[in-house]
């Protein structure tokens, strides 16, 4: 063989080599996220545009970008929808606050202009927008007023609470049966938002769980066949999420701002 042949041959070999890395790369991700790559038909919640979404959030060592963030909550939003009336009230009251932000964050000129309003620099991210507000003194820390600031902390309350009950609804005991979505719902709901609910909201909200729909409604909601599939596919969302909340919880702490009226 000669010099030039013998340099293709091992050419080839690498790139064979690169190649077969590479396929093994790519049928290993392949495995991992067939099921979440896939839009699932005839559904408004789409699960695999909710992840994408939360992991878009994070950037630098320590902030959240507000616009992946409220985009979250949209989708957050229409899974809340799909599961009744009643958790359908819970949701409006997100679509509130998620308007609010927006509005705060929409400069000016694309009202005029009728574009796709765009975050101003102010409100790109949530530490950007502590500073913006706490700077120009928007936030009231004795009573309620509409800053993003109070918004935010009322969502990362919200947020706590669907962090929970998709964790419980993820969690597949080895023994024994899987408890009921009403129920994991109702516990979720105790741990989090209810210590900030009046007694009157806890009641509704408490009836409201009785109406949650059964475990195999939640398997079509995001196109999985069984428990198994939906624990990975709920696992994988639940550690995007707890990135997302941890990191606002953080900034929020760190500016005393967890108890805002
Ligand atoms: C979020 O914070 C909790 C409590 O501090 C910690 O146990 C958990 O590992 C953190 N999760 C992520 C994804 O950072």
């Not at 000669?2 to 064979?16: D, F, M, R």
């Not at 959240?64 to 359908?88: N, R």
């Not at 927008?129 to 800053?147: A, C, G, N, R």
């Not at 009157?200 to 939640?218: D, G, K, S, W, Y």
Request: proline content about 5%; overall charge negative; aromatic content about 6%.
């Amino acid at each position: 063989m000669g010099v030039k042949s013998k340099a293709a041959l091992a050419i080839v070999v690498l790139l064979l080599f690169l190649g077969s890395l590479w396929l093994r790369d790519s049928e290993a991700t392949a495995l991992d996220d067939s099921m979440l790559i896939e839009l699932c038909p005839g559904q408004k919640f789409q699960v695999s545009l909710l992840l994408s979404h939360l992991q878009a959030g994070p950037t630098g060592p320590s902030d959240v970008l507000l616009e992946p963030y409220l985009a979250s909550w949209d989708e957050l939003v229409k899974f809340m929808e799909a599961l009744g009336s009643v958790v359908g009230l819970i949701s409006k009251e997100i679509e509130t606050k998620t308007t609010i932000i927006r509005q705060l964050a929409s400069s000016p000129e694309d009202d005029r202009e009728q574009k796709p309003p765009t975050h101003t620099p102010a409100y790109r991210s949530v530490r950007s927008m502590i500073h913006v507000e706490l700077e120009k003194d928007m936030v009231d820390f004795h009573q309620q007023t509409d800053s993003g600031c109070r918004t935010l902390l009322r969502l990362h309350r919200a947020l706590l609470w669907l962090k929970l009950f998709l964790e419980k609804l993820a969690d597949t005991p080895a023994t024994g049966r899987l408890r009921s979505p009403s129920d994991l719902c109702r516990e979720a709901y105790q741990k989090s938002l209810a210590n900030h609910h009046t007694w009157f909201v806890r009641r509704a909200a408490e009836l409201a769980f009785i109406a949650m729909p059964e475990r195999t409604f939640f398997f079509r909601l995001v196109c999985v066949e069984d428990q198994v599939e939906l624990s990975i596919v709920l696992t994988k969302v639940v550690q995007a999420l707890e990135k997302v909340y941890n990191r606002t919880q953080i900034a929020l702490e760190e500016h005393g701002m967890l108890d805002l009226p």
